[in-house]
């Protein structure tokens, strides 16, 4: 059985900062590449950082880099988006996904929410102005 967990969500004001983390479960975690998307209601998923199997290569949507940095932890099966100076529209519902097969990272913010095997429940993101 697969479990991915999410957590780290919460109400902050803006210039503050949050930690998401989704551990994985069931997979083997080292040859998984996996990414962040949010959703707002009514609109569609929208990947926001992502991250290869090794660790080594990392991607971000322009909206977050310099702010938010993907990392993983093998040893714990978790990944994580440490999120600074964060802004009112970074408000959403935060997902991480996960890719089975590992697939080119440098693409990673490319491939629509169907090309990923699982997601977390997601974990909401408030900021106040």
């Known amino acids: 059985q697969v479990d991915v967990v999410v957590s780290g969500g919460g109400l902050v004001e803006a210039g503050e900062s949050l930690k998401l983390s989704c551990t994985v479960s069931g997979l083997d975690f080292r040859y998984l590449g996996m990414s962040w998307f949010k959703r707002i209601p009514g609109k569609k998923r929208e990947a926001r950082s992502g991250i290869s199997w090794s660790g080594n290569t990392t991607r971000y949507v322009d909206s977050v880099n310099g702010r938010f940095t993907i990392s993983r932890d093998k040893t714990n099966n978790t990944l994580y988006m440490q999120m600074n100076r964060l802004k009112p529209e970074d408000t959403a519902m935060y997902y991480c996904?996960?890719?089975?097969?590992?697939?080119?990272?440098?693409?990673?913010?490319?491939?629509?929410?169907?090309?990923?095997?699982?997601w977390g429940q997601g974990t909401q993101v408030t900021v106040s102005s």
């Open positions: 996904a996960v890719d089975r097969r590992g697939d080119p990272p440098e693409l990673c913010l490319t491939y629509p929410p169907q090309h990923y095997d699982y």
